[in-house]
């Protein structure tokens, strides 16, 4: 029997559940180990032999060691087609470049904006850091706008790439989620009709409801 | 008439991202331009194209994309048997270090790089002046990123393999403004990187993309 593959770092880490929601996806058997960003463990020689830019996730498969989660992600996909959600990351090559497409929107588009917004509200309060107003005013104008473009395709498609979901729509779990939960950002997707849907199928799937429970089992 | 349509402006990195790509391709394609500064990207018919208003915008007959790395990851797998081998075909392992590479680029380098290149490239040539403050603080965050691909190209040839791959044209476009300006010092203080630098610079390829810009 393969070894489970191994996550490091904390679930409360947007790029960690990130990694995560796709192995459950997945049903890829994993082991989370933990990082202690609190006492600079990421940072720490072991740690950067296998994420040199001191981050997490860290990813290992055996003797293969690899980071950055949306890679991390379509390798899990490409290695275990067969798996859980087979079409997670298409089945055929024009399904995966309209995947692409989106994952490559999320990280280029929405994520920027979402994750200053998800700092500034959701974890600088907590680590009683000083917020900034006007970052914070920047990026949710910024978020505004990528969310339009988000609420004109889900009223043509169910799904950002197409009438299933995909890798493209996990990609956004993470920091959504937080936007919802956690900076009482809600009304960001709630006010668009056809993001507020795909919002709530989303994050209503067994996967993402999975990673929640990691996230607060872990505080 | 080429079935493959670029249309974006010969001055957007992204746009010569995927131009690199279908030159190292051998791959026709027609390059529909972009009138920006007239808001072209911003009309309704190209806003079909990418509903973000942003270049480049890719069609391929009927398939129709939009985001560079997307759009270059497409070109390389369909056209795999044409041009430049520019993947890691064979085992996941490998080809997920393709990916990693790939995702440095666009979430580690790629802010600083285009912010450098925004402020010491794009701005003296818009008649904006440069924010010495922004151009400080992207140097020690580039730096910090090119301090990683130091060691790594100590270990590798190139940033996924022993060859040219997709990895390393995503860093081109950047990689040319930056060495018209101050920010060149940064690649230059370090061996390695700078020697891959001068290497993937020079491709034929790259060298057609900068002709294009003459134009």
């Keep these: ?37 609190a006492k600079g463990e990421h940072k720490s020689p072991d740690f950067l032999k296998i994420q040199p830019f001191g981050q997490v996730p860290a990813f290992q498969d055996e003797a293969t060691s690899l980071f950055e989660s949306r890679a991390i992600c379509r390798y899990i996909c490409e290695k275990y087609p067969e798996k859980g959600n087979k079409g997670l990351y298409g089945t055929n090559p ?22 200053v917004l998800v700092f ?30 988000y609420d004109k395709r889900l009223g043509e498609s169910r799904f950002l790439a197409g009438d299933d979901f995909s890798l493209a729509d996990l990609s956004h779990l993470p920091n959504a989620h937080y936007l919802v939960n956690a900076a009482e950002r809600g009304e960001l997707f709630t006010s668009k009709k056809n993001v507020e849907r795909w919002w709530g199928e989303i994050s209503s799937r067994d996967s993402w409801k999975k990673v929640v429970d990691m996230q607060k089992q872990s505080t | ?57 890719f069609e391929d007959g009927d398939l129709k994309l939009f985001e560079s790395r997307a759009i270059t990851y497409y070109v390389a797998h369909e056209y795999a048997d044409k041009g430049t081998q520019l993947l890691i075909p064979g085992s996941n392992k490998e080809a997920a270090v ?23 490239f794009y701005k003296p040539i818009f008649g904006k002046e440069t924010d010495t403050a922004a151009v400080e603080e992207n140097e020690a965050k580039l730096g910090k990123v090119l301090d990683v691909y130091e060691i790594r190209l100590t270990e590798s040839k190139y940033l996924a393999a022993d060859y040219f791959t997709l990895a390393d044209l995503y860093h081109l476009p950047n990689l040319q403004c930056l060495l018209g300006t101050s920010a060149k010092k940064l690649l230059e203080a370090r061996p390695h990187v700078s020697a891959w630098v001068e290497e993937i610079t020079v491709r034929p390829a790259w060298s057609k993309v900068l002709a294009m810009q003459k134009q």
Excluded at chain 1, 94 to 115: H, M, R, T, Y
Aim: charged letters at 20%; one cysteine or more; proline letters at 7%.
């Design chain 1, 1 to 37: 029997m393969a070894t489970p593959v191994k996550v490091h770092g904390p679930p409360l880490s947007t790029a960690v559940s990130r990694v995560l929601a796709c192995l459950i996806e997945k049903d890829v058997p994993f082991q989370l180990i933990p990082v202690n960003m």
């Design chain 1, 94 to 115: 024009l399904a995966k470049a309209s995947i692409d497409q989106w994952v490559e929107a999320e990280g280029q588009s929405f994520n920027p904006p979402s994750s």
């Design chain 1, 120 to 149: 500034q509200l959701a974890f600088a309060p907590r680590m009683k850091l000083k917020q900034d107003q006007s970052l914070i005013s920047q990026n949710e104008a910024k978020l505004e706008k990528v969310l339009d473009v």
């Design chain 2, 1 to 57: 008439m080429a079935a493959i349509k670029v249309h974006g402006s010969s001055l957007s990195t992204a746009v010569q991202r995927v131009v690199a790509c279908l030159y190292e391709k051998e791959v026709d394609f027609q390059f529909v331009a972009i009138n920006m500064a007239a808001g072209e990207h911003k009309s309704e018919s190209f806003l079909a194209l990418n509903p973000f208003g942003q270049v480049p915008a």
């Design chain 2, 98 to 120: 393709l990916q990693l590479w790939a995702e440095v680029e666009a979430h580690q380098f790629n802010s600083p790089a285009s912010a450098l290149a925004w402020e010491l």
